[in-house]
């Protein structure tokens, strides 16, 4: 009986000798290289030492994000899932090196509870009036860009415990198209989706928008559409239930749909239509975003099993690398777990190859002006 090592363990086994081998063969070191280098070292964790002193980090852990376990053995249990946690962040460390991965707000979460409670989005179909958005030009594009220093993108949201991902993708993509539309950046109101839309497919019923169960964003637009659009954020305000009943008030709308279309996988046809149209509703895996802290994610796998809906609000040519393979293109994720997750409450995933599906379910909207007198 032959003793062959799982293709997982090898695969693991080769990518860690790669990073050695990157490592080491830079040799030709500028100043701003090494304090680079240094940068590294401090940001990111030292896995092993987490691992050891693992009561410890859970204590602080607990601390920073006011964790209360009701039962010293729910704290056993969280216990346990933080360290597999860690031993996942450092697993995420080694595939996804030019990112840092760490403690996080969901350290205490097992990937099923993570994925059930803080992501939400449905599997693609499109509705009826969804179009397909036209071929741009893509020869002057900006090598950066950023629609936060145009004005067009709100602040940071939090979904809470609640599925509702896909509803702030819907308002931060319509929130920005308005302020095309209008001049005016006005917040819009997630809690109108999470309580009123039931958008859905007749012939597949699990398709429905249904609020914290998840939903998606084609079909919160054609909600929009058809109801007369979204009242502000302070009309109807975030509670992160669906266990209210809708109180759409038609005659508070603040933007409304003018149309909605489903944008190519070309990366180059993405960011013509992110700098025309504002910012994109998008859909990713979100496996590393768990671990997530900051840099550029460009994991050497990860599947592209969309389960989160995201807003893409720009781009950029040269993210940061920790063993400086190559500066990486990426783009500019606004996610909706509030301002202290990622960067920011941002995520940067890099450009080029589709990486945990960013490319392949990219809509853009266009608002109706309403006149406002
Ligand atoms: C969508 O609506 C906008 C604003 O009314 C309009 O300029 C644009 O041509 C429309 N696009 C499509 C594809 O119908």
Redesign the pocket.
């Known amino acids: 009986m032959a003793m062959v090592p799982s293709p997982r363990l090898a695969f693991l086994v080769f990518i860690s000798s790669l990073i050695f081998f990157f490592a080491g063969t830079v040799s030709a070191v500028s100043p701003d290289d090494e304090s680079e280098d240094l940068m590294i070292r401090q940001v990111v964790p030292n896995y092993d030492d987490m691992l050891l002193n693992a009561e410890h980090h859970f204590a602080s852990f607990k601390k920073s994000f006011q964790k209360n376990y009701a039962t010293p053995e729910e704290d056993a249990f969280r216990l346990g899932v933080f360290k597999a946690n860690l031993r996942r962040a450092r697993r995420h460390q080694l595939l996804d090196p030019s990112a840092v991965h760490g403690i996080t707000q969901f350290s205490d979460l097992t990937t099923e509870e993570f994925r059930q409670n803080y992501l939400g989005l449905k599997p693609l179909r499109l509705p009826a009036d969804a179009?397909k958005?036209?071929i741009l030009p893509t020869n002057d594009l900006p090598t950066d860009f950023d629609w936060r220093d145009h004005g067009a993108v709100t602040q940071v949201k939090d979904q809470g415990f609640c599925g509702s991902c896909w509803s702030f993708s819907t308002t931060g993509a319509l929130e920005g198209a308005n302020f095309l539309?209008t001049g005016n950046l006005v917040s819009l109101s997630e809690q109108q989706l999470v309580d009123c839309d039931h958008e859905c497919d007749s012939e597949e019923p699990d398709s429905c928008d249904s609020g914290c169960s998840g939903g998606l964003m084609t079909s919160a637009f054609e909600y929009t559409l058809k109801s007369g659009g979204l009242m502000r954020e302070e009309e109807y305000p975030y509670t992160g239930t669906d266990r209210g009943t809708c109180k759409f008030d038609k005659t508070k709308v603040a933007a409304e749909v003018?149309?909605f279309?489903v944008v190519s996988l070309d990366e180059d046809q993405i960011a013509a239509n992110l700098v025309k149209n504002g910012p994109l509703a998008v859909g990713i895996n979100a496996a590393f975003m768990q671990t997530y802290i900051g840099g550029v994610s460009c994991p050497y796998i990860c599947t592209r099993r969309l389960d989160h809906g995201v807003l893409l609000v720009g781009y950029g040519s040269e993210g940061f690398s920790p063993i400086r393979l190559k500066k990486k293109p990426y783009w500019i994720i606004k996610n909706s777990w509030g301002g202290s997750w990622g960067e920011h409450g941002y995520y940067k995933i890099c450009r080029g190859h589709n990486v945990c599906g960013v490319d392949s379910m990219v809509s853009t909207v266009?608002?109706?002006?309403i006149s406002q007198e």
């Open positions: 179009q958005a036209p539309a003018a149309n279309s266009a608002a109706a002006f």
